[in-house]
Every structure is written in C-alpha cells, then in structure tokens.
C-alpha cells in the first residue's frame, strides 16, 4: 500500500497570509493527487484533483503543486472560512486508496 | 441533484456486527461508483471499501474478511456490513461517491456520515 506522509500536523496561520500543507507519498503516484478539505462537523469536499487540477467552485486562491512523492498545497490569503483541516489522497494504486492523516489549520 | 445519506445505528456492542444503509438520489448506482470511508473522532480518513457501477466489490485488505459490501439497485442502496466489531472500529462512517475516469478518480460527494461507538 502507498503511505501518505502529510505535514504540518497542526498549523496557525494570520488572515491574508499564505500558507503551505505538504504530502509526500511512499513512492511515485505521478500526480494521481486529491486535496480535500473538512470543516467540523462536516464532511470532506474536494479542492484540487489530479495535483493541480482546481475541483469547480472551488476559489482560486488554493492552488496544487508537485510531483513524483512530493506534493503541496497552498493557500493564498488566507480567509476565516479556510479554517479547516486538509487531507491528501492518492488514487494513482489502489486498493487501497489512501489519505494522509491531515493538516488541522487555525487562526492565530 | 446528487445526494447521499447514512443510516445506521449509534451504539454497537462489543463483537457485534454493524450494519448501515447508504440510499443515494440524483444518480443511479449502475452509472456511479459508491465507497466507504471512516474517520476515527478527531482523526484521518480511512478508505474501507468500494461498490463499482459494475456490480464489482473492492475492500481494504485491512479488514482482512470481516467487511461486505453489497447493494440494491432498485431501491438505490448500498450497503456496509462488518462483523467483530472493536472498540477501535468507533468512527463516522460516510459513504460517498466516487468520480472515476482514466485519468482521475476523487470523491465528488459525501454522505453526512453516521457516528457509530463501538461499547462494551
């Protein structure tokens, strides 16, 4: 099975600031990348497929990078509703498909 | 529009079986992949198992032979059922859509999901 390795764990971020959520992957998945936020108490919705790939609706201050193991998320200006948690998910091998443990992401 | 909803129980007893319902609208489970996926309170998300549009099962070898998936068309149902539960099985379980091409697959709609606690 592939390992999703995602990191911060924990992040605190100001209002208009940029922030960064890396994922790294136990071995190529040559961008087979979903990003997904969830707000508490809700489920997950998607932000970006296929790495870089902005899921519709979705505002264009997230944008997706990477490739081989190492992908990233960004946000640009941050805003109060991007208070979350983020989680990476690979489908490039499966079954499984596999989600990394995720980014819980805080105002300062 | 496509909809999703869990039902199932609240409470399930120590080795005991959980079953839980995923009826779905706006699509038919002939055209749409239904998964399974769960998170542990205030942790990540764990994929369980899939039901393919083909009629086809997948499962998280994690599960090992304690997990089925199964469905009826007719009544646009999917359904979870595992057995020997554990304390450490207590989790939101959602169901949820999967849109699946060549290139892509990602989960396009989710369930609200069904909090279950595994009691002993």
């Known amino acids: 099975d592939i390992q999703m390795t995602q990191s911060p764990a924990s992040l605190s971020a100001s209002l208009g600031e940029t922030v960064t959520i890396e994922c790294r992957a136990s071995?190529?998945?040559?961008?087979?990348l979903a990003w997904y936020q969830q707000k508490p108490g809700k489920s997950p919705q998607l932000l970006i497929y296929?790495?870089?790939s902005l899921h519709t609706g979705v505002p264009s201050r997230f944008s997706g990078s990477g490739s081989g193991t190492q992908y990233s998320l960004k946000i640009n200006s941050l805003q109060s509703e991007d208070v979350a948690s983020y989680f990476c998910?690979?489908?490039?091998?499966?079954?499984?498909?596999?989600f990394g443990a995720g980014t819980k992401l805080e105002l300062k | 529009q496509v909809q999703l909803k869990e039902t199932g129980p609240d409470l399930v007893q120590l080795t005991q079986t959980l079953s839980i319902t995923c009826t779905v609208s706006?699509?038919?489970?002939?055209?749409?992949?239904v998964h399974w996926v769960r998170q542990p309170p205030g942790k990540g998300l764990e994929w369980m198992g899939a039901?393919?549009?083909?009629?086809?099962?997948d499962y998280n070898s994690a599960f090992k032979s304690r997990l089925s998936i199964s469905r009826d068309t007719s009544k646009s149902q999917v359904f979870l059922k595992m057995n020997s539960l554990q304390t450490d099985d207590t989790a939101k379980y959602f169901c949820?859509?999967?849109?699946?091409?060549?290139?892509?697959?990602?989960?396009?709609?989710w369930g609200q999901g069904v909090m279950v606690t595994v009691s002993s």
């Open positions: 296929n790495a870089n």
């Open positions: 998910q690979q489908y490039y091998n499966y079954p499984p498909y596999t």
């Open positions: 039901m393919w549009n083909g009629g086809g099962t």
């Open positions: 949820a859509s999967l849109m699946y091409t060549t290139d892509y697959h990602y989960f396009d709609y």
């Open positions: 071995e190529d998945i040559y961008n087979g």
């Open positions: 706006g699509f038919s489970l002939t055209t749409y992949n």
